[in-house]
C-alpha cells in the first residue's frame, strides 16, 4: 500500500483501507472452513447498512424486465416531468449492490430533484460476461419505454456509473445511440470509469498501481473475473502478452500514453519494454476486444453519436488514464464533454462522501460536480 502525499485525510484512508482487508481475511478463513466462500461473505458485510425512510423521497424495489431495480422519486410536486437517470453502481464486476449505492442514490435523487433508478445487475464470477451488461440494457430499454409511468422527461435521460458501473453506462450509451425506436439519451455520466483492458501498464497503472482502494492487480483481476469467472493469465494480462502486434497497433490510436496530457506523465512513469505475444492467453481473453466490455474500443462512427457527456476522473486513480483516453475519443468526434479532474482523489472518494464517519470533502466536491453537470440538463 502506497498512499501518496497529495491525498488528503491519509489517515482515513488508511483505517478503511485496513478494514476492507480485515474483512477479505475473515472472508477467506470463513471460506477455508467451507462456511461461505470469500465473495458472498465480503458482499455481506458491504450491504450491512440499513437506512430507514426518506422524508423526501418515495423508494421503491422493482422488476425492469427480470432485472431488480431500486427507484427514487422525489415527493416534492413538479411543474414538469423530471429528469430521469439509470444509475449502474460500481465493485468491479463482482462487489456492490443496490444496498451499497443507496446513499448516493439518494443524495443524487435529492440533490437533482430526478428520478434516479438503481440496477441490480447480476455479478461475476458467478455471472461472467456479458450478464451485467445485458442486465443493465434489458433495465435501460424497460425504462425508456416506460417513462411516463414515472412523469420523467423523454428529453432527459442519462445514465451513470461509478468504476465498473460507469464501463457499464459507457457500454449501455454506445448501444443505445444507434436506436431509433427508443429516446436519445440525453447524457452520460462516468466516474472513474474502466473502460479497456488492453494495457495496464498506462501511466496511471505505473504511478498509482499501489494506492487504495485499486490496486493495479486488482483492476486486472476484476476484469477477467468478469470475462471468464477466473483469474487465470493474470500475470501475463498485465504485462501485455495477451494482445496481438497487429492488434495492438491498430488499437494505438486510442489507447497509448501518447494521447495522455504530458503533465499527467512527471510521477514516476518510464517506458516499458514490449512483452512477447502468447496466443494461448489471448484465446482466453479475446473478449476484452469488444466494445462491449472495453468501450474505449468502439468505432469512430459509435462514438461520434454519443449524448453530452461529464467525466471525473481522480489523480491517485490506477483507472485515470482511461477517463483521460476516452474524454480525448469523445472530443475528436464532436461530443461536448464537462471534465472534473479530482487532483487529491483516489479510487472510490465519491462513495466515501460520507462513510460511517469517515468523509472526504473531496468525494463531496466531485459528487456536487455530478449533481451540477445533470442540473443542467
Same mark, same amino acid.
Given at each position: 500500500m502506497e498512499i501518496p502525499p497529495g491525498v488528503t485525510? *491519509?489517515?482515513k484512508l488508511r483505517i478503511i483501507h485496513i478494514i476492507l482487508i480485515c474483512t477479505a481475511v475473515v472472508g477467506k478463513i470463513l471460506e477455508n472452513f467451507g462456511i461461505c466462500t470469500q465473495v458472498s461473505f465480503v458482499r455481506y458485510m458491504q450491504g450491512r447498512k440499513t437506512l430507514g425512510a426518506d422524508p423526501k423521497l418515495f423508494i421503491k424495489d422493482l422488476w425492469f424486465d427480470k432485472v431488480p431495480v431500486r427507484i427514487y422519486q422525489p415527493k416534492a410536486p413538479s411543474a414538469s416531468q423530471r429528469r430521469g437517470v439509470l444509475f449502474f453502481h460500481g465493485g468491479g464486476w463482482v462487489f456492490g449492490s443496490l444496498e451499497t449505492h443507496e446513499e448516493l442514490c439518494r443524495f443524487i435523487a435529492r440533490e437533482s430533484e430526478s428520478v434516479v433508478v438503481s440496477v441490480g445487475y447480476r455479478l461475476a464470477p458467478e455471472h461472467k460476461y456479458p450478464a451485467a451488461y445485458e442486465d443493465c440494457l434489458s433495465a435501460s430499454q424497460h425504462f425508456l419505454q416506460h417513462l411516463q409511468h414515472y412523469g420523467v422527461d423523454p428529453a432527459r435521460v442519462? =445514465? &451513470? $456509473?461509478?468504476?465498473a458501473g460507469g464501463n457499464l453506462a459507457a457500454a449501455v450509451s454506445q448501444t443505445l445511440a444507434g !436506436?431509433?425506436? /427508443?429516446?436519445? /439519451? !440525453?447524457?452520460?455520466? #462516468? @466516474?472513474?470509469p474502466g473502460l479497456q483492458a488492453l494495457d495496464f501498464n498506462l501511466p496511471s497503472y505505473q504511478q498509482n498501481? $499501489?494506492? *487504495? /482502494?485499486l490496486f493495479r492487480e486488482r483492476a486486472a483481476f476484476f476484469a477477467l473475473l468478469y470475462l471468464n469467472g477466473d483469474a487465470l493469465h493474470l500475470q501475463e494480462v498485465l504485462e501485455g502478452s495477451h @494482445?496481438?502486434?497487429?492488434? !495492438?497497433?491498430?488499437?494505438?490510436k486510442w489507447v497509448s500514453p501518447d494521447n495522455i496530457p504530458e503533465e499527467f506523465k512527471v510521477r514516476g512513469v518510464k517506458p516499458l519494454r514490449p512483452t512477447d505475444f502468447i496466443a494461448e492467453v489471448y484465446e482466453t481473453v479475446k473478449g476484452f476486444c469488444e466494445p462491449n466490455l472495453c468501450p474505449l474500443l468502439a468505432e469512430d462512427s459509435v462514438v461520434h453519436q454519443l449524448? %453530452?457527456? +461529464? @467525466? #471525473?476522473? &481522480? %489523480?491517485y486513480d490506477v483507472l485515470r488514464d482511461d477517463g483521460l483516453l476516452y474524454k480525448k475519443r469523445l472530443e475528436d468526434n464532436g461530443v461536448p464533454v464537462t471534465w472534473y479532474h479530482l487532483e487529491d482523489g483516489f479510487h472510490g472518494i465519491i462513495s466515501l462522501y460520507d462513510y460511517c464517519g469517515f468523509s472526504f470533502p473531496s468525494g463531496k !466536491? $466531485? #459528487?456536487d460536480r455530478v =449533481?451540477? +453537470?445533470l442540473k443542467s440538463l
Open positions: 485525510q *491519509p489517515a442519462a =445514465v &451513470c $456509473g461509478d468504476s !436506436r431509433s425506436d /427508443l429516446p436519445r /439519451l !440525453r447524457a452520460q455520466i #462516468l @466516474i472513474y498501481r $499501489g494506492v *487504495p /482502494l @494482445i496481438p502486434p497487429d492488434m !495492438r497497433l491498430k488499437y494505438k449524448p %453530452e457527456s +461529464f @467525466i #471525473l476522473t &481522480c %489523480e !466536491r $466531485g #459528487l =449533481v451540477n +453537470f
